[in-house]
């Protein structure tokens, strides 16, 4: 059975730092490209962060996260992270994992049930 | 980046009638499109992907239609727990991937 189960969330100060984590099982979790979704309060679903699987090569990050997030991911431990720097209120959300349903593609089969990150002073 | 709007905002229907939701993109997006469920306090749930596939385990009410630019989500018959949030979502030529705003569907 696919999980994944992220970690890390919680209160920061606007400016801070906060890094999650996402626990993989069940599949291959190198083989697949791995991805970062968020979603503000009452609001609408925001692409994050995408890092590719090892048959490729690549990371890609929505615009308003570029130059201050950073997507990583550890194959040995089926772990996906996402380090997240200068915290604005912006970035308050829930922020999810998820795995698409074939490789290198971005349409989302499996997702963790998210992880809130709140930005405040 | 491709933008897409769904229509209505909000749907308010009953029990057994026929859902019809919307979404069309700022550009084609080929068939390239997926939708997905969202109930409160809920992860999303993939429905249908590239356009008019249901996903593993999607009840058949549930179909998807459409092409280029313009997409729909049709619910046959609404069961109880069809009530939720739904988006569209488009793939091509990615990144960025994109979302729709969510059509709310609402019991009456």
């Known amino acids: 059975e696919v999980q994944l189960v992220e970690s890390g969330g919680g209160l920061v100060k606007p400016g801070g730092s906060l890094r999650l984590s996402c626990a993989a099982s069940g599949f291959t979790f190198s083989l697949y490209n791995m991805n970062w979704v968020r979603q503000a309060p009452g609001k609408g679903l925001e692409w994050v962060s995408s890092?590719?699987?090892?048959?490729?090569?690549?990371?890609y990050y929505a615009d308003s996260v570029k130059g201050r997030f950073t997507i990583s991911r550890d194959n040995a431990k089926n772990s996906l992270f996402l380090q997240m720097n200068s915290l604005s209120a912006e970035d308050t959300a829930v922020y999810f994992c998820?795995?698409?349903?074939?490789?290198?593609?971005?349409?989302?089969?499996?997702w963790g049930q998210g992880i809130l990150v709140t930005v405040s002073s | 980046e491709i933008v897409l709007t769904q229509s209505p905002a909000t749907l308010s229907l009953s029990p057994g009638e026929r859902a019809t939701l919307s979404c069309r993109a700022s550009q084609s997006v080929s068939n390239y499109l997926a939708w997905y469920q969202q109930k409160p306090g809920q992860a999303p749930r993939l429905l249908i992907y590239?356009?008019?596939n249901r996903a593993t385990g999607v009840p058949a009410r549930f179909s998807g239609s459409g092409s280029g630019t313009d997409f729909t989500l049709t619910i046959s018959s609404l069961e109880p727990e069809d009530f939720a949030v739904y988006y569209c979502?488009?793939?091509?030529?990615?990144?960025?991937?994109?979302f729709g705003q969510g059509t709310r569907l609402e019991i009456k």
């Open positions: 590239d356009a008019s």
């Open positions: 998820a795995r698409p349903t074939t490789i290198d593609y971005a349409q989302f089969d499996y």
């Open positions: 890092i590719s699987g090892s048959t490729n090569s690549y990371m």
């Open positions: 979502q488009q793939r091509v030529n990615w990144p960025p991937i994109t």
